[in-house]
């Protein structure tokens, strides 16, 4: 692995533009890495976006806001001669590609905000920075030092990368608002038009579940911390995000498909950082007990699985990884 500065990451975007390059991230991609590979890709002759399982809905829906198709992202690993692994610090937490990932014979970079993890394989490049709070906030100041110059189209695809991984600006950092100022202005947009498209107001009805599904959880302090979990009858996720907004530092809900059961987990930052959490990962390891697979970020991650009859194991096993965690602190 060779580490990597800016300019010497925008050099490399430059020399890696008419090769086929693949653009992939983590299990159950969210805003951030689609908008990275999405802006990416747009300069790049030959490239191709594919996810090793799912995207998020939310996701799904900015894409769809900002005019691309969702089908438009792979779910298999190409011939390619280049690989640009974003969000993402480990082949582990890229699910279905792990093997496709560690067998890659050609070249490979890694863009992350996260602490770099050693990868025992050669001709890997990374740019890890914690200092930025989201992939596509790299993504960004890359593209800017290349000079590749940014249209209105792929502007709003980067604010909405940035402002989604930004915990309600809780992990902001002046750059990040700098970034978003001048984004805003290639974009001919203002701040609520960009929310307007990025939020999803559901209808009254599904609302009303989710305050129900809150109201019927299961609350409980553990370990110094508010720990609130349950069933959600319209969106895991919507609950989820609902149970930290309220107080919780711990979400985690689930709902039941025909075929599979979903569970969307959040943990209110920074306590990530505070107790060395990485939820993505819990979720990708208790995965196992739906029989199915998960990912995410630190302070956010979603799992699905055909073994519907496996929620509680799940929500004990989830539980018990996070104290853990706060036991060893």
């Known amino acids: 692995m060779e580490a990597i500065d800016l300019e010497e990451l925008a050099s490399l975007l430059l ?5 086929r390059v693949l653009f992939t991230f983590h299990s159950i991609g969210d805003t951030d890495s689609i908008a990275s590979a ?9 490239s191709t976006i594919a996810t090793p399982d799912i995207i998020t809905s939310n996701a799904k829906r900015i894409m769809k806001n900002f005019g691309y198709d969702p089908e438009s992202v792979k779910n298999r690993f190409p011939l390619v001669d280049k690989v640009v692994l974003l969000d993402v610090n480990s082949f582990e937490e890229c699910g279905a590609f792990h093997e496709n990932l560690e067998n890659f014979a050609g070249e490979m970079l890694i863009i992350d905000h996260h602490a770099p993890k050693p990868l025992a394989k050669k001709d890997i490049y990374y740019f890890n920075n914690e ?7 790299i993504v960004y100041a890359a593209i800017s030092k290349a000079r590749l110059g940014i249209n209105s189209n792929i502007a709003k695809v980067l604010l909405a990368g940035i402002v989604s991984d930004s915990a309600e600006f809780r992990n902001a950092t002046p750059d990040t608002f700098i970034q978003i100022g001048q984004l805003l202005k290639i ?6 038009e960009l929310l307007e498209n990025m939020q999803h107001v559901a209808e009254p009805e599904s609302r009303l579940k989710s305050i129900e599904d ?12 508010l720990f609130m979990h349950g069933e959600a009858h319209a969106h895991a996720n919507i609950a989820a995000d609902y149970a930290i907004k309220i107080g919780a530092d711990v979400a985690l809900f689930y709902d039941m498909g ?7 987990a959040r943990l209110r930052p920074p306590l990530e950082k505070k107790y060395n959490i990485h939820v993505g990962r819990i979720m990708q390891d208790v995965a196992k007990a739906i029989g199915g697979t998960g990912g995410g970020h630190p302070a956010a991650g979603g799992a699905y699985g055909p073994l519907k009859n496996a929620s509680d194991n799940f929500v004990s ?13």
């Open 317 to 329: 096993q989830f539980i018990e990884r996070i104290l853990e965690k706060t036991r060893n602190r």
């Open 15 to 19: 020399e890696w533009k008419s090769k």
């Open 258 to 264: 025909e075929k599979e059961i979903s569970f969307s």
């Open 187 to 192: 974009a001919g947009f203002d701040y609520m």
């Open 214 to 225: 809150i109201m019927s959880s299961k609350a409980e302090v553990k370990n110094g911390l």
């Open 131 to 137: 200092t930025y709070n989201s992939a596509t906030s």
């Open 38 to 46: 999405i802006a990416l890709s747009s300069f790049f002759k030959n």
